[in-house]
């Protein structure tokens, strides 16, 4: 799939890589959505909800506060936990 | 004999010490195998914080970051000893205190000392905090015990902060070593990116400097344990070995006493039967 490639990493291992279309980062100053081609940047995020649509649909983790990196459609998210939530 | 018995006892004892050293190894094995993929998945997410750092370059922001001043020549040393939970480790827990000790002597400035792990309550003088950390720590415990270094630097009690351990070589070798935690050292190498930063440079390098921190704590605590069980488990391992020895040589005297009473029996019966 052409899209974003996230990976949602803490110190105790990585808990979602996966190709996604666009997602939504929760900060300091509200939600910050990245789509395909996004400028590179780099973002503190708060701790909140992680919203993501890929292929199957949407999806939503709650993280803890952490870091995002975007560079060249890729994102790495630096967070201290997380947990995929069920719909 | 009662030779005999006291053997046989002996022989007993000596099975049941190398029941206890085996099981020992055992755990020490398995807890070196966790610590040792805790420490593996934590390098990973240190290496990206590490490149997410290096492609924020510092720059002019770098300059007002508390974590970044150059420390001073003077003011309160800390020293965070990481020693193990546990004794029964060979040299492991002394030859750190030996290399702390010498450290400790040679600096001139005032310090302040934090010891964490429960060996050497004893043992250790002029201990101003004693923290507990687990057999396999997590990234919590790594937290809060920055933040309460953190705390301890930002506040100006103290100008400089070191961690002291053992570091991981190889299961079966570590040395001792001490590196400044804070104030922190950028990495070189990096490269200014162009990049947009939420909501601002200064409080982006900060949150990176935190979290820099909180890899460097917990990786220490990592290394530190994963030494720990690699010396138990190398302890133990030998300790199995000598009672094995120990037993085999038991046996063989075992076997010499019984057959002197053997013999000493037979020529009684032989000197009863002549003298008939």
Redesign the interface.
């Known amino acids: 799939m052409d899209g974003i490639s996230l990976?949602v990493?803490?110190?105790?291992?990585p808990i979602l890589e996966r190709m996604v279309e666009s997602l939504n980062l929760p900060?300091?100053?509200g939600s910050?959505g990245v789509l395909k081609g996004h400028?590179?940047?780099?973002?503190?995020l708060e701790a909140g909800i992680l919203r993501l649509r890929c292929e199957e649909g949407t999806m939503r983790l709650r993280i803890s506060s952490?870091?995002a990196?975007v560079?060249k459609n890729e994102v790495?998210i630096?967070v201290?936990?997380g947990q995929i939530l069920e719909d | 004999m009662a030779n005999l018995r006291a053997i046989r006892m002996r022989i007993k004892s000596v099975e049941s010490t190398r029941q206890i050293t085996k099981s020992m190894k055992m755990v020490a094995a398995a807890k070196l195998r966790k610590t040792q993929s805790?420490a593996s998945?934590?390098r990973?997410?240190?290496e990206?914080?590490r490149e997410?750092l290096l492609?924020?370059g510092g720059g002019a922001d770098a300059g007002k970051s508390p974590y970044l001043r150059p420390a001073p020549e003077e003011g309160k040393l800390c020293y965070v000893l990481i020693v193990g939970n546990r004794g029964l480790c060979g040299t492991y827990n002394h030859s750190l205190l030996r290399y702390f000790e010498q450290l400790r002597a040679e600096e001139k400035r005032e310090s302040l000392l934090y010891v964490a792990g429960r060996w050497g309550r004893d043992l250790i003088g002029g201990v101003d905090k004693r923290l507990e950390i687990s057999d396999a720590p997590?990234?919590?415990e790594?937290?809060s015990l920055t933040e309460e270094l953190k705390q301890l630097y930002t506040s100006g009690e103290v100008s400089e902060v070191r961690l002291v351990y053992q570091h991981f070589r190889s299961v079966l070798q570590q040395s001792p070593c001490v590196t400044t935690l804070l104030p922190l050292q950028l990495p070189e190498g990096g490269e200014d990116?162009?990049?947009?930063?939420?909501?601002d440079g200064e409080?982006?390098l900060e949150?990176?400097l935190e979290?820099t921190l909180?890899?460097q704590v917990?990786s220490a605590l990592l290394e530190a344990r994963t030494g720990e069980h690699a010396a138990r488990m190398t302890a133990m391992t030998s300790a199995s070995d000598n009672t094995e020895e120990l037993i085999q040589e038991l046996t063989l005297e075992l076997n010499h006493a019984r057959q002197a009473a053997i013999t000493t029996e037979i020529s009684e019966i032989v000197g009863g039967a002549a003298a008939l």
């Open positions: 990976h990493l803490t110190a105790d291992g900060t300091g100053f910050v400028a590179d940047m780099l973002c503190n952490g870091i990196s560079e790495n630096l201290s936990s | 805790a998945r934590l990973s997410f240190a990206k914080s997410i492609s924020l997590t990234a919590q790594a937290q990116r162009d990049v947009i930063c939420e909501p409080t982006v949150r990176l979290l909180v890899n917990h």
